[in-house]
């Protein structure tokens, strides 16, 4: 939740809910690992660089750029194209998973938007060698292979690289008009070049770290959904201690030795813990507020001082659905929205805060229908809907890391035609779109006015005050594209 926005507390919800949560937690984790990882180990000019290394550089980051522009794509800067793009137009090249990864690299794009001087020097050479590629027994192996991976992706170029650039007479002469030119140098970089392909990445542990980290917040959510539920359980039992203990002082009053003890009888805190549900939970996964006396204490006389308390204790009978209307309300009006309760969660978990506004809801949905049904045990709500949901959260961070560079090019596409900047583009702008694309192409069931108003609702929430705004817009014209393209069909 963003620095002092309160939420409101509601207990309107949707078949979807699980899945607002999920979509949310999927952005976080997906901001944090894209803005981590680093895939590629991008060489830089040595400090008191000898000639030999001056030009090893140059020519590193000329090999890096030839390969890409061979592979179709622009990397003169603005206003300059290749000559020979249209030659160079081939499908195998242009989907190689390490050139796209490269392309996306950040400092990479600053080399590609700049431009450097030297790239046309290599104009002479260009259809010559990428004659020679599409000749050369490498590629015709590359192209049979029908699955390819980022390993044989990577194979492919490293090879070509090695077995082609490292030994073509036209791409040593061209790399000779640089007057520091120096055969050493030419080798070390083509070398560094080769180097750096091989430092990618596809990035596997960090992935799995993201991943498990996704499932622990989903695990620290649920947890902190049955950690409010057993509040109402602590406070009537800090409540109760209180009666007894006025009962035992030195002079107790005829209301100390006679006490109104509708709040700790109330029926919803005795069905709460003994419901199956929680009783199961809680032999796994251990959650009291008996070591919060601080927190519980506060919370007790925010209770206490309520207009909600006081009507509830002047009613002349209670029933069980007025026990738990008076928790529901409670919950809605005093407890969530308190300071002192986002403090303690706070410093109980990092995910707490953030996941509070919904597990509150979820707690508010539970009591209406403990309310409702007249069943004991009463049962909780389950961690997921259904499998589906369960396997949601998973899929669609898989779905959004594996297409990254796909997706991005539709954003990207739609911001240069709108005359922004795609440098400026706030980080958690991108990430949030490439969720939801990942989402609109690989979810048919999930209507598409769903997923486009719960990532602006995100970006709303996470992102600039202009954001929900942009995206909406952005993603409007990348889902036009889409259905033009025949790749998104549902409604």
């Given amino acids: ?38 895939e590629f180990k991008i060489e830089t000019l040595p400090e008191s660089p000898t000639r030999d290394k001056r030009f090893a550089y140059a020519i590193y980051l000329d090999t890096l ?29 242009s989907s190689n998973k ?7 690299e950040d400092r990479v794009r600053i080399f590609t938007t700049k431009g450097t001087p030297r790239i046309a020097d290599f104009d002479s050479c260009t259809l010559n060698i990428y004659n020679k590629i599409l000749n050369s027994a490498v590629y015709r192996s590359y192209i049979r292979l029908k699955d390819k991976d980022v390993k044989t992706d990577l194979n492919f170029w490293t090879t070509v690289i090695k077995t082609i650039l490292l030994k073509d007479e036209e791409y040593l002469e061209c790399a000779r008009k640089n007057p520091e030119f120096t055969l050493a140098g030419f080798e070390k970089g083509i070398n560094m070049a080769v180097e750096t392909l091989e430092s990618y990445s596809d990035t596997r542990s960090t992935l799995n770290d993201a991943r498990n980290s996704l499932d622990r917040s989903l695990d620290k959510a649920y947890e902190l959904y049955h ?20 009962k035992h002082k030195y002079l107790p009053t005829a209301e100390d030795l006679n006490p109104d003890t509708r709040f700790v009888d109330n029926i919803l805190p005795r069905l709460i813990q003994e419901s199956p549900d929680m009783v ?27 207009s909600i308390y006081k009507e ?84 669609l961070f898989m779905y959004s890391v594996n297409n990254l560079d796909e997706y991005r090019s539709y954003i990207d596409r739609f911001i240069n035609s709108s005359q922004w900047d795609p440098e400026r583009l706030a980080f958690m702008d991108g990430v949030i779109m490439v969720a939801a694309i990942a989402e609109l192409l690989n979810f048919p069931a999930i209507p598409v006015p769903v997923t486009l108003n719960e990532y602006i609702e995100i970006a709303n929430s996470y992102s600039t005050p202009r954001s929900g705004q942009f995206i909406n817009g952005i993603l409007y014209s ?14």
């Avoid at 009978?317 to 026990?323: F, K, N, Q």
């Avoid at 996941?355 to 979820?362: P, R, S, V």
Wanted: glycine share 4%.
């Fill in 312 to 395: 509830y204790m002047e009613k002349e009978s209670v029933t069980r659905a007025d026990d738990c209307e008076l928790w529901r309300a409670l919950f809605k009006s005093v407890i969530l929205p308190s300071d002192e309760l986002a403090e303690a969660l706070e410093s109980k978990s990092v995910y707490w805060n953030d996941d509070l506004e919904i597990m509150g809801t979820f707690v508010l949905k539970t009591i209406k229908r403990i309310a409702a049904s007249k069943e004991e045990p009463v049962a909780l709500l389950p961690k997921y809907k259904d499998d589906e949901d369960a396997r949601f959260g998973a899929e």
């Fill in 98 to 104: 390490i050139i796209r990864a490269l392309m996306a």
């Fill in 1 to 38: 939740m963003s620095p002092g926005r309160k939420p409101a507390w509601t207990v309107k919800i949707s078949i979807m809910i699980n899945r607002v949560l999920i979509r949310t937690k999927v952005v976080q984790l997906l901001y944090s690992y894209l803005l981590t990882k680093s």
């Fill in 227 to 246: 950690a409010l539920l057993l509040l109402p359980v602590e406070l009537t039992r800090l409540q109760d201690q209180k009666l007894d203990a006025a």
């Fill in 478 to 491: 990348v889902i036009n594209c889409l259905r033009s393209e025949g790749k998104l069909t549902k409604q």
């Fill in 280 to 306: 199961a939970y809680l032999k796994d996964n251990p959650v009291d507020w008996t070591d919060d006396d601080t927190l519980t204490k506060k919370l007790l006389d925010l209770v206490l001082s309520s």
């Fill in 65 to 93: 750029l030839f390969i890409m522009q061979l592979s179709g794509f622009n990397v003169r800067g603005a206003g300059q194209k290749n000559p020979h793009s249209a030659a160079t137009d081939n499908k195998y090249l």
